[in-house]
C-alpha cells in the first residue's frame, strides 16, 4: 500500500524525526516503524487470527496506539480505535458485535473482557529485529479501519475504510491543502473519533509531527494554553466547537502560536463569527472548511475561508467535491435537482466506503451504486450553487454536537432502558446556526427522589454506564404527557415549543 511504503521511506530517510508525542512521551519515525513490524509478527505468530478479522486498539493518546495501528495492518488486519472515554458496555458492545479476535489494550486497566484474547502492550518486550512481509499488509480493496458512530437501534454501527478509501483521502489532503512536508499538525480528536484520521494519516504521509491533546489536558485551560505554547504548531485539526472553547483565552492569538499557518475544521457546522474571530486573531494563517460523514472518509469537500467569504454575511458553504468525488442533490423520490434547489446530499465515488460491518441491511439502505461508482446517501439536507456545496442540516434524527454525530434515537432508546423513565425525547437547543446542547424531555416512573435534581442525578448515572459522556444531554425537563402528531408519533416540534416557552 502506497501509505505505508511513504511512512517507511520516513523511517528509513528521517529515523529520528519525531512522529507522534504526547507531553513527554515522543515517538521516532524509526521506532514507530520497527516497532509496529515487531507487533505485527506477535499477532500473525500467537494469535493466529483469519486475515481481515477486526482488532480492537483500546487506549487513549499513548504512543503505543499508532504502534498498534500500523502493526494490524501490516499484519492484514482492520483495527477499530476504542478511547478510553467509552464506557464498558459499548466497549463490550463493540467487541461482541464486530467478532473481534483480539483486543489490543495499551492501558494498565483490567476490562474484564473473557470471551475475546487481549494482548497487554505494557506487558511486551519488542526488542527482537523481526520484519513483518508486505506480501501481508493490507491490500487496496481491504478494510483498514473501522470507525464505530452511533445507531438509532441503540446499537453503534461499525463503518468499514478500506485502504484505498484512505488512500484517496490522504492523497487529496496532501495535495491540495498546504500541508507541506515535516509539520506539527494539532492531534485533538480521541482516534474513535474519525476527525483524528484528519491529521494522523496525512501527518505521516508528509514526514509531520503528530501533536496530540490529552483529555486531562483538554479539560483544564491553564494546562492547555502551557501546553499549546511549547507545541510549535503548524497545521490546527480540530472541531469549530474546540477553538472556540480558546477564545476566552485572550492570549489565543497568533504571538502564541506563531508558526500556526492553517486550521482545518470538520465534524460540525463552522459559524461564521468564529470564522470572523479566528481571521482576527490569526491573520496570516489560512482557513479551511471541511464537510463529511464517517461513511465517505473523513471529508469530501473543502473551501478556503476568506475575507471576501466573510464579506458575504451569509452561512459557511462547505466547498467543492474533492477532485475524484461526485455530490448530488436529489428530491424524495431520488431525483436529482437542479443547481440551487434544496434536497438530499448524494457522495459518490472511491472515498465512500465499504458499508457496515455485519450489517446488510443497513448497508444496503444507506449505500449503492451511481455512476458504477459506489454512492452514499448522507440524510443531509443541502444545495450545491455554481458548483459550491452548501450543508443545511440533517433531513432525519441524526446531528451533530461538538463534532460528534449521534442518532437521537439511539439516546432516547438508552433514556427508555431507565427504571426511572416511562418515556423521553431529545431536542437539540439550537438558539442560533449550531447546536448547543441536547435537553430531554422526560415522563418520569415513580420514584422516591424528593427533588428533581436528585432524578436527574439518578438518569444520568444510568446514562454513563451505556453512552459516552458526549451523548449524555444537558439538561433535563420532566413532564406528564409528551404530544403526539395524527400519525401517533412524538410530536417533537410542539414539544419543543412547550419546553422553550
Not at 437 to 466: C, G, M, N, S, W
Amino acid at each position: 500500500m502506497k501509505l505505508l511504503t511513504t511512512i517507511a521511506q520516513h523511517a528509513a530517510g528521517s529515523p529520528e524525526q519525531t512522529a507522534f508525542r504526547n507531553g513527554e512521551d515522543a515517538i521516532s519515525y524509526r521506532m514507530l516503524w520497527e516497532r509496529s513490524d515487531r507487533l505485527a509478527v506477535l499477532i500473525r505468530n500467537s494469535c493466529q487470527l483469519e486475515r481481515q478479522t477486526p482488532i480492537v486498539v483500546y487506549g487513549h493518546m499513548g504512543t503505543d496506539m499508532p504502534v498498534s495501528f500500523l502493526a494490524c495492518v501490516k499484519a492484514g488486519y482492520p483495527y477499530i480505535p476504542i478511547d478510553t472515554s467509552i464506557p464498558m458496555e459499548r466497549v463490550r458492545l463493540i467487541v461482541e458485535k464486530s467478532g473481534a479476535g483480539l483486543v489490543i489494550n495499551t492501558t494498565d486497566y483490567d476490562l474484564g473482557l473473557d470471551n475475546v484474547a487481549v494482548l497487554y502492550t505494557a506487558a511486551l518486550k519488542l526488542e527482537q529485529e523481526e520484519c513483518i512481509s508486505q506480501n501481508l499488509w493490507v491490500k487496496e480493496d481491504e478494510v483498514f479501519y473501522i470507525i464505530y458512530t452511533s445507531g438509532s437501534t441503540g446499537n453503534p454501527k461499525g463503518v468499514q475504510v478500506t485502504a484505498a478509501n484512505l488512500q484517496s483521502f490522504t492523497d487529496w489532503m496532501t495535495n491540495d491543502f498546504p500541508l507541506g512536508q515535516g509539520k506539527v499538525f494539532l492531534n485533538q480528536a480521541p482516534f474513535s473519533f474519525d476527525l483524528s484520521v484528519m491529521d494522523f494519516y496525512p501527518a505521516l504521509h508528509s514526514g509531520g509531527t503528530i501533536h496530540t491533546l490529552m483529555k486531562d489536558v483538554i479539560n483544564k485551560p491553564k494546562l492547555l494554553f502551557e501546553n499549546l505554547r511549547g507545541s510549535d504548531l503548524q497545521i490546527w485539526t480540530s472541531t469549530p466547537s474546540f477553538v472556540q472553547m480558546c477564545f476566552p483565552n485572550p492570549d489565543f492569538h497568533a504571538e502564541m502560536l506563531p508558526e500556526l499557518d492553517t486550521f482545518l475544521f470538520c465534524g460540525e457546522v463552522l459559524p461564521l463569527a468564529v470564522a470572523k474571530e479566528l481571521k482576527e486573531r490569526f491573520p496570516e494563517a489560512r482557513i479551511f472548511n471541511t464537510y463529511g460523514p464517517t461513511e465517505a472518509t473523513v471529508a469530501v469537500t473543502s473551501i478556503e475561508v476568506t475575507e471576501d467569504l466573510l464579506a458575504k454575511e451569509e452561512a459557511l458553504p462547505v466547498g467543492r467535491p474533492k477532485p475524484d468525488m461526485r455530490i448530488l442533490v436529489v428530491d424524495e423520490t431520488g431525483n436529482p435537482l437542479p443547481d440551487g434547489e434544496k434536497g438530499e446530499l448524494i457522495l459518490v465515488g472511491p472515498s465512500v466506503t465499504k458499508g457496515y460491518l455485519g450489517e446488510p441491511l443497513l448497508t444496503e439502505k444507506a449505500y449503492g451504486i451511481m455512476c458504477d461508482m459506489q454512492a452514499y446517501q448522507t440524510g443531509d439536507a443541502g444545495f450545491i450553487k455554481d458548483g459550491i456545496v452548501y450543508c443545511q442540516g440533517r433531513l432525519d434524527y441524526q446531528i451533530k454536537l461538538h463534532g460528534y454525530r449521534m442518532e437521537l434515537e439511539e439516546i432516547e432508546f438508552h433514556l427508555q432502558q431507565s427504571e426511572y423513565i416511562k418515556s423521553a425525547i431529545i431536542i437539540p437547543y439550537t438558539p442560533e446556526e449550531e447546536i448547543e446542547y441536547l435537553i430531554a424531555a422526560v415522563i418520569p416512573e415513580e420514584h422516591d427522589f424528593e427533588k428533581e435534581y436528585q432524578l436527574t442525578a439518578a438518569i444520568r448515572k444510568d446514562l454513563a454506564l451505556r453512552l459516552p459522556a458526549y451523548m449524555i444531554p444537558r439538561k433535563f425537563t420532566y413532564q406528564m404527557t409528551i404530544p403526539m402528531t395524527m400519525n401517533g408519533k412524538a410530536d417533537r416540534k410542539k414539544m419543543k415549543e412547550e419546553v422553550f416557552a
